[in-house]
């Protein structure tokens, strides 16, 4: 079965998606361990990965489908992806769907800032008017090869222009055909109640991001609000952030890490992540010289 329809049926089930973010294939291998049905390839996250500098828009539509290949080869399961802004305009948008759609991606969100996009808890963000938005989701739905493959619309106007213009774009996103919406940044538990109110019947996708705009609620508030899919986008690459910069602290300090190796993973733990023993197995079954 193709990740996409695997992603359909999980949603089609009546409860409420949790799904973490990973920024590159190994820490998507250890989400997937962990037990997680569906993973997130987080904008952020892989900004940082590969640039070490901030989500401001400054990745390619090819860096981020490339980088989407290896995490799909690792985990072999729905991974959705941050599309930003779709990279252009609706011309544009038809290529991202169809390169991610190709190295097996389940779906993608596509945002309606004006480029170059920025991290949705940064200040200074500019959205489209409606209609170019309207454009890019319509340019989406015609270019999924697989009607399986998740359009989710997401807007960016709660920070710009209020709530009130962010639930109309929603309702307008999602009558033009996006199988998902995604607010972000509501700012209250006020509003993301309101959210699930005013969108009742809608599929809806919130974001979790620690210390954001965003409150950081329970999940089973979130869920009895109404969302589908609760996304926790950046905190593995802020975990692993946080425990190399105490790791280089101690190494700079003691010049070894006698000390800390209770805090690594384990020599054979990193060979069960990645997979060795597979690898063994192959080798015995084909190599023969």
């Given at each position: 079965?193709?990740?996409?329809q695997q992603l359909r049926n999980i949603l089609s089930q009546n409860k409420t998606l949790l799904v973490p973010g990973a920024y590159d294939a190994f820490s998507a291998k250890i989400l997937k361990q962990a037990g997680f049905e569906v993973i997130y390839m987080t904008g952020s996250g892989v900004t940082a990965c590969l640039t070490g500098m901030p989500d401001v828009g400054l990745l390619t539509m090819t860096e981020m489908v490339t980088h989407a290949r290896y995490i799909v080869n690792a985990i072999d399961m729905p991974l959705i992806c941050d599309?930003?802004?779709g990279y252009g305009n609706p011309i544009n948008v038809i290529r991202t769907v169809k390169e991610y759609e190709r190295v097996g991606v389940a779906g993608i969100h596509?945002?309606?800032?004006?480029?170059?996009?920025?991290?949705?808890?940064?200040e200074g963000k500019q959205v489209l008017p409606p209609p170019e938005m309207l454009s890019k989701i319509k340019a989406a739905l015609y270019a999924r090869e697989d009607e399986a493959f998740l359009v989710i619309a997401r807007t960016d106007a709660r920070s710009v222009l209020g709530l009130d213009e962010a639930l109309r774009r929603a309702h307008m996103y999602f009558e033009a055909g996006a199988d998902m919406i995604f607010i972000e940044s509501p700012q209250s538990r006020e509003e993301l109640k309101l959210i699930g109110n005013e969108l009742k019947n809608v599929p809806l996708l919130v974001n979790m991001v620690e210390g954001g705009k965003t409150p950081v609620l329970p999940f089973d508030d979130l869920t009895a609000m109404g969302f589908k899919i609760v996304l926790y986008p950046t905190c593995g690459i802020r975990a692993v952030a946080k425990t190399l910069q105490e790791l280089a602290s101690h190494l700079h300090k003691h010049a070894n890490t006698l000390d800390f190796e209770d805090r690594l993973v384990s020599f054979e733990g990193r060979n069960l992540i990645t997979g060795l023993a597979h690898i063994t197995e192959l080798e015995k079954r084909f190599v023969k010289f």
């Open positions: 079965m193709q990740y996409a599309a930003d802004n596509i945002e309606d800032q004006v480029a170059p996009k920025k991290c949705g808890h940064f």
